[in-house]
C-alpha cells in the first residue's frame, strides 16, 4: 500500500462567512450515480477518503430507468470489491442473447462462442448497492445538494462547495476532482475550450422506452430488426419487462397509448416462427435520446472525468455503464499512486487506458446501432443490405463471435485490449 499524504479528514467549522463546514479529503467526486459511488468504494478499499455529491435525491436515482446489462467482469466486480453479492442472487445470468431479423430468431451463444456471460442486473439495483455500501462502510454521500460549484481546478488545491440538502454550506478541500457527473457534465466544461476536443455524432432517431406489468416473452433479451425499425425485448424481473423500440426523437409520449405501444412492438417482432409478446399494463414510458460523443482530454490539472461526463455512447449493446465502471476501475488505481511517492506523473496512465475501450465501445456501439436500426429514408437497397450484413454476422462463425465477444466485453488487463 503506498503511503498517503496525512490528511485531515474530520469536518471543522470555519469563520468563512458562506462556509459552516469545510472538509479535507484527497478526492472529491461531483456526481454519485454507479461511477461516482464505484470510485468512492474502490478508493475506501484503498485507504483513500473521498466526498461525493450530486444533485439528484437518492430516490430520483433509484426510481430512473437505466439500461440493465453488465458484463461477467463488471459483476465479478461488484462482488469481490465487496460491495454486494445480491447480483448473484436477484440478477440473472444470461449465456446468450438472440438477433431477430426476417421474422426469425438467431442465439448468439457467448458462452459457446467466447465463454463469457452477462448478466441482467438494473442499473438501479447497482446504485442501491453502491449507495448501501457507502453508507454501511461510512461514506461521505451527499445527494441532493443545491449550488454546487467546483474551484481551483487548474491548481493543486481545488474545492468542491454544496449545499447539503439540510442547508448547510459546505466547502470540500481536496487534491483531486472527479467528474463522474453524467451525459450532461458540467465538470467537463471545465477543461478549457482550446485545450479539448468533443467529438459526437448525433442519430436521427431515439427509443421508447417502457417498463410493463407481464411474464417474460422470451429467457434471454431478444434484438430485432425490422423494415419499420428496432425493438429491444429485455426484462426486469417475473413480472415486469422492459422493452424499447426505435421511434422519433420528438415523439411525445402523451400520443401512445398502451395499445399503440403493443401494437408497434408486436409488428416489429413478428415473424413465420409465431413469436409474440405477452402483453400487461405499461407502467411507465419514456423516449430516450442518445448520441455517441467523447471528450478529449479526461484530465485537465487536478480534474480528471469518468463515465458518461467523459464519453456517452447510444444504447444498443448497453456499454454505457460498463465503460463507466471500467474507467474508475483504472481511474482508483491510478489516482492511488498518483496520492503516493509517484505523486502526479502517474495519473498519465488513466487517459491511455481507459480511452482504447472507449473507443471501442463507442465503435461497438455505433455498429450494433446501425446494424439494427432503420435510418429515416432507407431505401430498398439499404435495407437488404443491412439483412446481408444481419446475415453475415449470424451465419458465419467469425461473425457471432466478434458479437459475443464484444458484447460480453473486454479484459481490463490480459486479453487482447493490453
Ligand atoms: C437494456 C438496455 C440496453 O441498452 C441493452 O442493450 C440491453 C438491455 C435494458 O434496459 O434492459
Given at each position: 500500500m503506498p503511503t498517503l499524504p496525512v490528511d485531515d479528514a474530520s469536518s471543522v467549522t470555519t469563520p468563512?462567512?458562506?462556509?459552516d463546514v469545510t472538509t479535507h479529503v484527497p478526492v472529491a467526486i461531483v456526481g454519485a450515480g454507479p461511477a461516482g459511488l464505484m470510485l468512492a468504494h474502490r478508493l475506501a478499499r484503498a485507504g483513500v477518503d473521498s466526498v461525493a455529491i450530486d444533485l439528484r435525491t437518492r430516490h430520483e436515482i433509484e426510481t430512473t430507468q437505466r439500461a440493465g446489462i453488465l458484463e461477467a467482469d463488471a459483476a465479478r466486480d461488484l462482488v469481490e470489491t465487496g460491495v454486494s453479492d445480491r447480483i448473484l442472487r436477484d440478477g440473472h445470468e444470461h449465456e446468450g442473447t438472440d438477433l431477430r431479423f426476417d421474422g426469425r430468431s438467431h442465439r448468439i451463444d457467448f458462452k459457446a462462442l467466447v465463454g463469457e456471460s452477462v448478466w441482467l442486473y438494473p442499473q438501479t439495483d447497482v446504485f442501491i448497492d453502491l449507495a448501501d455500501a457507502r453508507e454501511r462502510d461510512n461514506g461521505r454521500v451527499h445527494f441532493g445538494v443545491t449550488a454546487p460549484e467546483v474551484l481551483?481546478?487548474?491548481?493543486?488545491t481545488p474545492r468542491l462547495r454544496f449545499t447539503a440538502d439540510d442547508g448547510t454550506r459546505h466547502e470540500v478541500r481536496a487534491r483531486f476532482v472527479v467528474g463522474?457527473?453524467?451525459?450532461?457534465?458540467?465538470?467537463?466544461?471545465?477543461?478549457?475550450a482550446q485545450h479539448r476536443t468533443q467529438y459526437f455524432r448525433e442519430y436521427p432517431f431515439a427509443w421508447f422506452g417502457i417498463l410493463a406489468q407481464?411474464?417474460?416473452?422470451?429467457p434471454e433479451l431478444v434484438y430485432a430488426q425490422s423494415p419499420d425499425g428496432f425493438a429491444l425485448i429485455s426484462q426486469r424481473t417475473d413480472t415486469v419487462q422492459r422493452m424499447y423500440f426505435q421511434c422519433?426523437?420528438?415523439?411525445?409520449?402523451?400520443?401512445?397509448p398502451d395499445e399503440r405501444i403493443w401494437e408497434t412492438l408486436q409488428a416489429r417482432v413478428a415473424g413465420g416462427d409465431g413469436f409474440t409478446l405477452a402483453e400487461g399494463p405499461v407502467l411507465e414510458k419514456t423516449v430516450l435520446r442518445f448520441r455517441s460523443f467523447v471528450q478529449d482530454?479526461?484530465?485537465w490539472g487536478s480534474l480528471v472525468l469518468a463515465g458518461d461526463a467523459a464519453h456517452t455512447v447510444p444504447p444498443t449493446g448497453a456499454r454505457g455503464l460498463n465503460l463507466a465502471l471500467h474507467d474508475v476501475k483504472v481511474l482508483a488505481d491510478v489516482l492511488v499512486r498518483a496520492l503516493?511517492?509517484?505523486?502526479?506523473?502517474?495519473?498519465?496512465?488513466?487517459q491511455p487506458q481507459a480511452l482504447r475501450r472507449v473507443w471501442r465501445a463507442q465503435n461497438f456501439s455505433w455498429w450494433m446501432t446501425q446494424l439494427l436500426h432503420t435510418a429515416p429514408g432507407a431505401t430498398d437497397f439499404d435495407l437488404r443490405r443491412q439483412v446481408g450484413e444481419l446475415d453475415n454476422v449470424v451465419g458465419t462463425r467469425a461473425g457471432r463471435t466478434y458479437l459475443a465477444e464484444q458484447y460480453t466485453g473486454w479484459p481490463t488487463r490480459g486479453g487482447d485490449l493490453t
Open positions: 468563512h462567512p458562506t462556509v481551483d481546478t487548474e491548481t493543486t463522474a457527473d453524467g451525459s450532461r457534465s458540467v465538470c467537463r466544461d471545465l477543461v478549457p407481464a411474464p417474460r416473452s422470451a422519433d426523437p420528438d415523439e411525445a409520449t402523451d400520443a401512445w482530454p479526461m484530465r503516493g511517492p509517484e505523486g502526479d506523473p502517474a495519473l498519465d496512465d488513466y
